[in-house]
């Protein structure tokens, strides 16, 4: 079901603990990454890879904001939320956003191309207002630095 | 051995023991959702918190927290008293509290609690949570998901009892769901157990949904007929008829579990079609002329068995026993009914009482059985045709005829596993009381009197068999079955 | 005021991050002593005691003495791990060692387990910190190469494993016992105690959690000694530590200072005061779960532990967030009580059932139609979460609360009056 690299990488990660089943979050982020969720085929994988059953990952897949078992779009936004963000200019960034890509929170582009999830603190309050794309940070945002990150990210 | 004191009073206890478990001793209950004896500890669900060392800061779960030297734990304390409340209302604010068409209502402890400490949801002036009400999780198992308070009994059994995990939880917080997830519908067979542990009614019975108000039934505290594992049952029945089996804790037997196999065969015990008063020759009859038919028969006694069901309790074999003495009948013998068992309860002997019978002398069908003149049928068995090759004459009393009844030349009523009185010994040799759940009706007099007035014996009770039993021994039966 | 350098002294150095770097300025020399002069363990337990270093985390806790509960007679393995979680609302300051100068977190973990005698550390990092997990990840496997971990580190018979793992954005799992189910793989509750992690942690066996600044601090007492450390700030809780600034003031910032100055110092010196035009509100001063601080004792609070206590608050996280006369306070704890209900993990009923309740009251005043009963009802509500809960989170969510509901009633009240559904009924306490 993956390449053998990234079973590889995948192996690497189980290695560094006793058990298997403690390699579960990293190696369904890692998965994640390469399948964009955790579809129940990569789900049933992991419980075989982990010698778990698929409750179990289940479980563990499910509770986490981060690990995704809905399908997303191409590309995932988070957008801080909280406090400190929340009176620095995160209020009109979600505005924008939302307008801008005709979303609601946790929804997706009709395009498919961009999911908008909200987050919580992301440890960059000294830099409000932060947003994650695909993982990568992006801080102290103006609107039409936004408008190009979105330009930017096709 | 540790010394403290709950509510004022000392009690010592080994250590490693919980507080919940020490107060027991004392006789006081502390209120308790997520833990079960049986299960063990978690800690969720935060109903039994105590107040340790005076110290009301910070509460102490009762389930989980350890014994120690001198410690000084109150149950009831302001601090206990308004924690528990709090407790309460939060379990019911997102609570349906649709007691009135809930399977659990009369045996929730919810409802209980909020009767005994109030308050109920009054104070939450917001929506309730929505979540699944109507899910299936087998074909035996619904699950309201609103009135689940997620203190994972459920799951729980699952993985410490059954070492299996066909649910699971689903989601983080006030989100958080119980659910079969990825696994279809559940297949274990001990399955219908987390309806009995689930402390409210999010798990219900698809066999019992509906069907009566547990306030309305009559109970009866019995033993499981379906294998001689003899777990212990909880009958309920309305106006005669058995609604539903229940497993009654029993640490030496079962826990508080059982089969779903047997508890859902509390149905076939409620037989509509019964052999009622006796007859003879397919005729109605007196029972004072079937008597004089089976002493016309048995006669001398020679070339006459007795083939009795494992089903039927010691008391009543005793008094067949006695009967078989008086009429010179030598060979006492006993069924055999096997079905598939498992590495948990379920045993291959599908009948309770098999060791009973065996005590009392009772031996295996011999495998060359002797030339029969006439057999005498016991109880609800399973007759190896061979045996009924040669016969004169077949006596036959039971609950139901069956393909026998035709044959059978003096035929007498029985009470099925379910009517009787007296005492089965399990698999493991433990005697256990067996106490009637239903009443069969008209012209179906209990096993042993029939007996009795054969034998020509003076039992007033089935007390006094149980008696006059644990005065013979082994020995004595033997001696019995080789004169 | 004192400024200090003793963690963030090589952040704006160029390839801070690398271990070349830490070595210029005799990084690792501290671990290759113990190792060499064969030092007895227990001496560097004594050491940092002694020294009154508290934990960065959150709690406080006096970190040799945690460290000297981990059994020395065991047949278990003993692990380490390292708390870099970091969500608590206002913090950013582990993410700037792990990103800048992870090598001195790495020799922190090194004396860390040879204190404790444990031979497998785990790094457990938010998933968010990209740039931190592979700075981190980096940085293992220089010191690998340059024999600090490894098996036989400098022919002591010492071996040392380190690796990284990650959460997967809960908050929840910073929590020590959440974060050792959280690794574990399985639905990250955290676990009632006793027992302790340093007794029954990680698989079972001893384990230390410690964050990311804490043990960024090891390597500095154990060269200079637990009395420098005991000289630094404020005597009763030494030390430099990191804070974040963030909020209304001009310039939001971490910067490093030792214990015992003056907040306002910090907001009017190095914050450059409050924004243009604005006057300050509040401060909640220790991360979200800590008791907001009203202007006044924003004026006279030192910042050390006995100082905030005074106050009837805490130093938390060291993450100072900065309100100013902008902010409704009403809105600003329903944007905290979201944050605690979407954070719960769901395991205890008070917690789960309590903190979404508040954001239903809160989300009801705010939108105009609170009664004059929900303040008592939201106080209420926390007293029967509070100290009854299997963890401190929903305590970190009461400290908030109740603290504003208190100190900002009249914000509360003029909501609410001019609500036309106020009613006056009183609310009975449960
Ligand atoms: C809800 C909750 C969240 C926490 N989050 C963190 C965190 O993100 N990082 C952290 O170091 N400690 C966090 N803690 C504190 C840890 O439980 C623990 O006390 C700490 O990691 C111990 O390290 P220290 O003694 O070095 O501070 C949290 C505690 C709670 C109750
Ligand atoms: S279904 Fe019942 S037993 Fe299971 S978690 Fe919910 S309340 Fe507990
Ligand atoms: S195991 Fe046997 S005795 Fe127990 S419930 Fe099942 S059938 Fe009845
Ligand atoms: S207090 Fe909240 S976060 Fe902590 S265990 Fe309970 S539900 Fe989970
Ligand atoms: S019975 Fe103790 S917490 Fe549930």
């Known amino acids: 079901m993956f390449p053998d690299e990234l079973v590889a990488e995948l192996e690497e990660i189980r290695s ?56 997303v779009g191409k590309h995932v936004i988070h957008v801080c939320r909280t406090l400190s963000c929340d009176v620095c200019g995160a209020r009109e960034l979600w505005a924008h956003l939302e307008k801008k890509l005709k979303v609601e929170r946790g929804g997706t582009t009709e395009d498919g191309r961009f999911t908008l999830k909200s987050a919580e603190c992301l440890a960059s309050c000294g830099t409000a207002p932060v947003m994650l794309i695909d993982n990568e940070r992006h801080e102290n945002l103006s609107l039409a630095e936004v408008d190009k990150l979105l330009e930017a990210t096709k | 051995m540790i010394k403290l004191s709950i509510d004022g009073r000392e009690v010592e206890v080994e250590p490693g023991t919980t507080v919940l478990e020490a107060a027991a001793t004392l006789g006081i209950d502390i209120p308790h959702y997520c833990y079960h004896p049986d299960i063990g500890v978690d800690g969720n669900c935060r109903i039994c918190l105590v107040e340790v060392n005076g110290n009301t800061d910070k509460l102490a779960i009762g389930c989980k927290f350890p014994c120690g030297e001198g410690m000084e734990v109150e149950t009831e304390s302001e601090a206990v008293v308004k924690a528990r ?247 006492l013998w006993h069924g055999e009914r096997t079905w598939e068992s498992d590495d948990f309860l379920k045993q291959a002997d599908a009948t309770p009482n098999t060791a009973g019978a065996q005590a009392l002398g009772y031996a295996s069908v011999p495998s060359q059985a002797p030339e029969l003149r006439g057999l005498i049928v016991v109880g609800d068995v399973d007759v190896p045709p061979a045996l009924l090759a040669n016969l004169d004459f077949l006596i036959q009393q039971a609950p139901q005829a069956g393909e026998l009844g035709e044959a059978a030349v003096v035929l007498l009523p029985g009470r099925n596993a379910l009517e009787k009185n007296g005492h089965w010994t399990n698999g493991d040799g433990a005697v256990q009381e067996v106490r009637a759940a239903r009443d069969p009706g008209p012209d179906v007099p209990e096993d042993w009197t029939i007996w009795r007035d054969l034998a020509g014996v003076s039992w007033t009770s089935i007390a006094e068999i149980t008696k006059a039993m644990g005065a013979v021994s082994t020995a004595d039966a033997e001696a019995v079955t080789a004169s | 005021m004192k400024a200090s350098t003793v963690i963030s002294g090589r952040f704006d150095t160029k390839n801070s991050q690398s271990i070349e770097t830490y070595r210029k300025d005799g990084g690792y020399e501290t671990w290759s002593t113990v190792l060499d002069e064969k030092r007895d363990p227990d001496s560097l337990i004594d050491e940092v005691k002694a020294s009154g270093l508290r934990g960065r985390g959150g709690a406080g806790f006096s970190t040799g003495m945690k460290w000297s509960f981990v059994p020395k007679q065991t047949d278990k393995p003993k692990y380490l791990c390292v708390n870099g979680d970091e969500s608590e609302p206002g913090t950013f300051k582990d993410r700037q060692i792990l990103e800048f100068d992870p090598h001195q977190l790495l020799e922190g973990v090194a004396l860390t387990c040879y204190a404790v005698q444990a031979h497998t550390a785990y790094i457990y990092l938010r998933c968010e910190f990209k740039l931190g997990i592979a700075t981190v990840k980096a940085a293992i496997k220089e010191a690998y190469e340059a024999g600090m971990f490894g098996k036989d580190i400098h022919g002591s018979g010492f071996d040392l494993d380190v690796s990284v793992t990650i959460g997967a954005g809960a908050y929840i799992c910073g929590e020590e016992t959440s974060l050792l189910n959280s690794i574990e793989g399985v639905r990250p509750y955290p676990r009632n105690k006793p027992p302790f992690p340093a007794v029954e942690g990680l698989f079972g066996c001893p384990t230390v959690i410690n964050n990311v600044e804490t043990i960024a601090n090891i390597p500095h007492i154990i060269k200079n000694g637990a009395e420098w450390h005991t000289k630094l700030g404020c005597p009763e809780d030494p030390g430099s530590r990191l804070w974040g600034i963030s909020g209304h003031v001009a310039k939001p910032r971490w910067v490093e200072l030792e214990t015992g100055y003056k907040l306002q110092d910090l907001i009017d010196g190095p914050c450059g005061g409050i924004r243009k035009g604005h006057t300050l509100k509040a401060i909640i001063p220790g991360g979200s779960s800590s008791k907001v601080l009203l202007p006044d004792q924003v004026a006279r609070v030192t910042m050390d532990t006995p100082g905030i206590r005074a106050e009837g608050s805490s130093l938390g996280s060291a993450a100072i967030i900065v309100l100013d006369d902008s ?93 036309p559904s106020a009613t006056s009924s009183k609310v009975a306490s449960a």
């Not at chain 2, 003879?280 to 016309?296: H, L, M, Q, Y």
Request: net charge neutral.
């Open chain 1, 16 to 71: 560094c603990f006793p058990v298997a089943k403690a390699a579960m979050v990293p190696v369904l982020r890692r998965v994640q990454e390469d399948r964009g969720w955790i579809d129940p085929e990569a789900r049933d994988w992991v419980a075989e890879f982990l010698s778990v059953t698929k409750m179990e990952v289940h479980e563990v897949a499910t509770f986490y904001p981060m690990l995704y078992t809905e399908p």
């Open chain 2, 85 to 331: 409340k709090g407790v309460m209302e939060f379990l019911l604010i997102n609570h349906p509290l649709d007691c009135t068409i809930c399977d659990q209502a009369g045996e929730c402890p919810l409802q209980d609690y909020s009767y005994h400490y109030g308050t109920g949801d009054s104070r939450f002036a917001e929506k309730k949570r929505n979540k699944p009400k109507h899910v299936e999780f087998s074909e035996k198992v619904m699950f309201d998901a609103e009135r689940c308070i997620l203190c994972t009994r459920c799951t729980r059994f699952f993985e410490e009892v059954r070492d299996c995990r066909p649910i699971g939880v689903e989601n983080m917080g006030g989100k958080s769901t119980i659910t079969t997830g990825p696994n279809g519908p559940i297949q274990d067979p001990y399955q219908m157990n987390i309806i009995d542990i689930c402390p409210v009614g999010a798990l219900t019975s698809r066999d019992f949904r509906f069907k009566q108000r547990v306030w309305f039934m009559d109970f009866a505290d019995t033993v499981c007929p379906g294998c001689s594992k003899g777990c212990n049952i909880t009958a309920g029945s309305y106006q005669g008829k058995l609604l539903r089996f229940v497993p009654r804790r029993n640490t030496e037997v079962n826990a508080s579990w059982m089969c779903d196999d047997g508890r859902l065969s509390y149905d076939k015990y409620n037989m509509p079609e019964r052999v009622r008063g006796a007859s003879v020759s397919g005729d109605p009859a007196s029972f004072d002329a079937a008597r004089a038919k089976i002493t016309e028969l048995v006669g001398d006694g020679q070339g006459v068995a007795v083939l009795a069901s494992t089903s039927q309790t010691s008391e009543e074999l005793f008094a067949v026993r006695e009967w078989a003495r008086t009429a010179r009948v030598r060979d």
């Open chain 3, 327 to 419: 902010v409704c306070m009403v809105d600003a704890v329903l944007n905290l009580m979201k944050f605690y209900a979407h954070e719960s993990c769901g395991q205890c009923t008070p917690c789960r059932e309590g903190t979404p309740w508040v954001v239903q009251v809160l989300q009801r005043i705010h939108s105009g139609k609170g009664r004059t009963v929900d303040m008592d009802l939201l106080l209420d509500i926390a007293h029967n979460m509070e100290g009854r809960t299997v963890c401190a989170l929903a305590d970190g969510a009461c400290w908030p609360l109740t603290s504003i509901v208190k100190k900002f009633r009249h914000e509360f009240e003029a909501k609410i009056v001019a609500a």
